[in-house]
């Protein structure tokens, strides 16, 4: 994933969307299914040969693990052990192989196969009921079901092998990932010292199939580098600030949790995200202000950046001055009442309003780092992504539906708007290239959630296309231009066809 340049990431996103991740696990085990295939022909001629594939494909998952940002001494380990049990399970196998495969084998100049003494004896007395095998002089014995004795210790193994592999490896992920939910189980949240506003009804514009205010946990969107969610117990973490400052702090999650604790509804939103999609989502989050700690450490005037870096290496570069301007930039522990989920970034992870989460919501964060941009480029800048990513002002139909047939009469569409850190003060709809209608917008608690807005139309027969844009609260509309999400978000408006009875 490191590795893939910048297109091809964003073929990957294009084709499968959030299932890229899926994608990529699917090709990993195809490429390991084939290449598995080949070193089993190769061992076929030559044992060394099946071994020197072992070795290949060893090397580079050895050469992978170790040269993560975030690698100790152990990450190669795994990595040998399995190149290890595959050279002697490819030893095994080769030695239960069936005759007429050691024969095969002879023919193709290897004399050291197995029972090749044998197999070179010619002839064997077969079962009663048998074929005559005076064709197939290798195969001298076959058992109650017509296959050779090795045949049947070959597939044996074989599949012995596999299901060990296949209880082995998610098995011991599975343990793992129990032991870190029962530790998160156990988190007390503390009370904030700063709760947020209680929600009125009027948040809500009340329409059927508007996304809800407060996006369920289980349907907040996740996008990030990790193939398998990193794991990782309290007790274990701890926040390393460091860098261009004057006092530099390591806190525990103890430590953290003890601080003063400010709750807000903040919505995020993914540079990926396409005008209309669904990779935007509002929670409840409950967390440490960043400036709070930023103050205590000090920065130098020439720190210009933050980088946070999560336990996995993945790294994030934020403006210091967004962290510092007052806005409720978090140290989120609690999302929506819970501990956060771990594959939100359990045990910690940042939370700022205003900005593309690639550049300021690292998840499962382990430290921050005062750097300069001049110094450092980020994970997703090194790709061609920009440094700097505000939020665009966007907007999205929810509700109808594209392409779905409606009855004439009143047509109530709806949906949400955004512009984080700004606010949205006016919604427009529009049907075919008629004039810009007004929209009923629903209340806010603040200026860094999306909001929910309807207008009624009167719907006539035939096709129509509905279009919507927004105006943030400095007075800027959402420009119709249309831009693809690289390098810092799409751009354009939301429009959808619909067929009026």
Not at 58 to 85: D, E, F, M, N, Q
Not at 151 to 178: D, K
Request: proline residues 8%.
């Amino acid at each position: 994933m490191d590795a893939a340049p910048t297109p091809v990431k964003e073929f990957a996103v294009a084709v499968f969307y959030t299932y890229d991740k899926l994608a990529l696990q699917a090709g990993i085990v195809l490429v390991l299914a084939v290449f598995a295939a080949f070193i089993g022909v190769l061992a076929m001629r030559r044992l060394w040969y099946g071994l020197a594939g072992v070795a290949v494909f060893g090397t580079i998952g050895v050469l992978a693990s170790a040269t993560r940002p975030s690698a100790t001494w152990a990450y190669p380990l795994p990595t040998v052990a399995g190149a290890l049990a595959a050279v002697g399970l490819l030893a095994l196998l080769r030695r239960t192989l069936p005759r007429r495969a050691a024969v095969s084998a002879q023919d193709l100049g290897d004399d050291t196969g197995p029972d090749a003494d044998v197999a070179a004896q010619g002839t064997h007395t077969p079962v009663q009921g048998a074929s005559s095998p005076s064709s197939d002089a290798g195969i001298s014995v076959l058992d109650g079901a017509g296959r050779p004795p090795g045949r049947r210790r070959f597939l044996a193994l074989a599949v012995g092998a596999i299901g060990a592999a296949a209880v082995a490896v998610p098995g011991g992920r599975r343990l793992w990932a129990q032991r870190v939910a029962a530790a998160r189980a156990a988190v007390v949240l503390p009370p904030p010292s700063s709760p947020a506003a209680p929600l009125l009804a009027k948040v809500s514009v009340g329409v059927p199939g508007v996304e809800p205010f407060v996006t369920r946990t289980a349907d907040f969107y996740r996008i990030d580098t990790a193939l398998t969610v990193p794991q990782m117990e309290p007790k274990d973490w701890r926040l390393r600030v460091h860098g261009r400052v004057k006092r530099p702090l390591t806190l525990t999650y103890e430590q953290l949790l003890a601080r003063p604790m400010v709750e807000r509804y903040i919505t995020l939103a993914c540079v990926s995200n396409e005008v209309g999609g669904e990779l935007v989502g509002n929670a409840r989050w409950l967390g440490v202000p960043i400036k709070d700690l930023l103050d205590e450490v000090e920065p130098d005037d020439s720190a210009d950046q933050v980088v946070s870096r999560s336990v996995d290496g993945y790294t994030a570069g934020t403006p210091t001055a967004a962290l510092r301007d007052g806005r409720d930039a978090l140290l989120a522990v609690g999302m929506n009442g819970e501990p956060l989920p771990v594959e939100h970034g359990f045990p910690v992870r940042m939370v700022v309003p205003g900005l593309y989460g690639y550049v300021s919501a690292t998840k499962w964060l382990t430290e921050l780092e005062l750097s300069r941009f001049s110094d450092f480029s980020a994970y997703w800048v090194r790709r061609d992504y920009a440094a700097l990513a505000p939020v665009k002002t966007q907007s999205r139909i929810d509700t109808p539906a594209a392409g779905k047939r409606l009855e004439q009469g009143l047509v109530m569409v709806a949906g949400v708007a955004w512009a984080q850190h700004r606010g949205v003060s006016a919604v427009e709809v529009r049907v075919d290239d008629g004039p810009w209608q007004q929209a009923q917008l629903a209340a806010v608690p603040s200026v860094d959630t999306w909001r929910q807005w309807r207008w009624p139309w009167q719907a006539t027969p035939g096709e129509h296309r509905l279009q919507v844009r927004a105006t943030d609260n400095t007075g800027q509309v959402q420009t119709g231009q249309v831009h693809e999400p690289l390098p810092d978000g799409a751009t354009g408006r939301h429009t959808i066809k619909v067929t009026v009875a």
